[in-house]
């Protein structure tokens, strides 16, 4: 850009890197945060979330873990979109314990998750055989008092926590009682 006389401001690096990140070219967006300084411009709270989700979202938790602690170490709150990524990517990874602490500190920073969420860390927690865990952490969320849960929300996640935690008498899918393939044996 500078070779064309074009110089950019903060603005549009982070429109490229948002489109980088969206294309999950994620080395190809830290190029361009990276050459940031060198068109006078400082990353703020947009650039590093996009940098932050991409991240997490290519599957580089380690990376997105360091990106999200600079960001809120300088002062940055990441958007709930970020925050949702993050928490998301680490519970499938079964890094419970940092997905925890990035749900926490989301719902301190007064952003609220959406119910896809919570469910993906507590249904994670479930079938990492640590049942009990999950439920603690349900009722950890109802009772704080910075807006977690309302009441059907918790509803919802209880109840999909106790189908979830039930021992399956079967891991075979269910036949249809009227389709011909069933184990009856029709002799039509």
């Known amino acids: 850009m500078k070779a ?14 948002k489109a980088y990140g969206r294309c999950l070219e994620v080395d190809d967006a830290l190029k361009v945060f990276r050459e940031m300084p060198l068109y006078g411009c400082d990353p703020n709270e947009f650039t590093y979330g996009y940098i932050v989700k991409a991240m997490f979202q290519k599957g580089r938790t380690d990376n997105g873990l360091l990106y999200l602690k600079t960001m809120r170490d300088k002062g940055f709150v990441p958007s709930g979109g970020v925050y949702m990524s993050a928490v998301a990517a680490l519970a499938l990874e079964w890094r419970f314990e940092e997905s925890r602490e990035v749900l926490l500190d ?83």
């Not at 064309?4 to 890197?17: A, E, K």
């Not at 209880?158 to 189908?163: R, S």
């Open 106 to 188: 989301m719902l301190d920073s007064k952003r609220k998750p959406d119910m896809i969420t919570y469910r993906t860390l507590l249904e994670e927690l479930c079938r990492a055989t640590r049942t009990e865990d999950a439920f603690q952490l349900l009722e950890e969320l109802k009772e704080r008092k910075r807006g977690a849960l309302d009441q059907r929300m918790y509803s919802e996640l209880l109840d999909g926590l106790h189908w979830i935690s039930q021992p399956q008498q079967n891991s075979f899918p269910r036949r249809d009682r009227g389709s011909a393939s069933d184990d009856r044996g029709s002799d039509d």
């Open 4 to 17: 064309t006389g074009v110089v950019p401001d903060t603005y549009l690096l982070n429109l490229i890197i």
